[in-house]
């Protein structure tokens, strides 16, 4: 889906990057009201990185948002030619945050799910908790892809402004302008 930008509306955009057969995923998601909305979504592979970068700035430019992207690896360099963007590390740790975020806004039908966006539809099913050793991580089988899951895990963490850091801006935010802090 392809969306107009309203300019009363608020977006975040998810990136993940492909390595090397993997795709490019760019999720805008329209975060105004729940349940939050797919406004625009972008599945490709073969694409260089500078052009990649491109791409995410001019729908950045035009949906006034702030970006999401998986800096693991490769994605540090496209990350530097991201206008407004959040860089994020995958670790374990922060997979593991981004996966049980997505899992709460999807189970309390917080986001609205096209049945358009067959491949993202079929990730979500395929996607488990398998365990390494004495490490449970939630993973595509495999042989399949986990870029959707993850582009809009990314977009689903830029809407509630990245963790904790945006949480407390969000309280604060709530709180009287003559109050004094706790």
């Not at 358009?116 to 398998?130: A, G, H, I, K, W």
Request: proline letters at 4%; one cysteine or more.
């Amino acid at each position: 889906p392809v969306r107009r930008p309203l300019a009363e509306h608020r977006y975040t955009i998810g990136v993940d990057l492909a390595k090397s057969r993997d795709f490019t995923v760019i999720c805008v998601l329209d975060v105004t009201k729940d349940p939050f909305e797919i406004a625009e979504w972008h599945r490709f592979q073969g694409v260089m990185y500078t052009d990649v970068a491109a791409r995410v700035n001019a729908i950045a430019a035009r949906y006034n948002a702030r970006v999401w992207l998986d800096a693991t690896g490769v994605g540090e360099a496209v990350a530097e030619q991201v206008d407004n963007c959040e860089r994020i590390v995958f670790t374990p740790r922060t997979r593991d945050d981004l996966l049980s975020r997505l899992v709460v806004t999807v189970e309390g039908k917080q986001i609205k799910l096209p049945a358009s966006l067959t491949e993202l539809r079929d990730e979500m099913r395929y996607f488990r908790r398998v365990t390494h050793g004495s490490h449970v991580k939630a993973e595509a089988p495999v042989g399949q892809h986990d870029d959707c899951v993850m582009g809009l895990a990314l977009a689903v963490y830029g809407a509630e402004g990245g963790g904790w850091n945006g949480l407390l801006a969000f309280y604060r935010s709530l709180r009287p302008k003559d109050a004094k802090p706790a």
